[in-house]
């Protein structure tokens, strides 16, 4: 049986607490005891190895604060446009960041959202330009977690993307699309 000490039961309290619908970041740090410290020291001594310069990469993410006005941005333009969407911005990696089911959004409408703010992202282009090469690759659509349909935009720094808007839930991909650059463009503002 292991031992957890009071410090990381604390934190996963805390952790439990951040997923009912707060948002921010949590941290622990779980001491080892001093036999435990003992026997890790010759260890951690023989794994330093630091490494750098070639042996790393750099990449570019949009902030949770970006992704936030984003997504209120794309919900601001489907409610003018008198639409009910859910929006999804995922980062770099397709990890969701911000996800808003707007009032009346259908019950398919988050999942999807999601789906197509990860295509975008992992293609760095527009859903509905992605449509149009599964004519020429047709299994493109059998990638798990992607969703071929318009309403994915991809969102760039310097030419790479670093994040995805999808949207889902207005009566046509094109309005999701429309709706997903306008979230892109509040993003140059």
Known sequence: MRKTNKIA???VGAVALAGLGTFGAVSATASPSSAQAAQAAPAAAQAKGNVGGKDLTTSTHLSVDAATKAAEATLDAAEKDGQKVSVAVVDRNGNTLVTLRGDGAG????????????TAVSWNAPTSELVKRLDKAPTLKDIPGTLFLAGGAPVQAKGAPV???GVAGAPSGDQDEKFAQAGVDALSR
């Open 9 to 11: 039961g604390i934190a």
């Open 163 to 165: 994040a995805g808007i």
């Open 107 to 118: 019950p398919q409408s988050y999942e999807s959202a999601e789906k197509k703010g990860y």
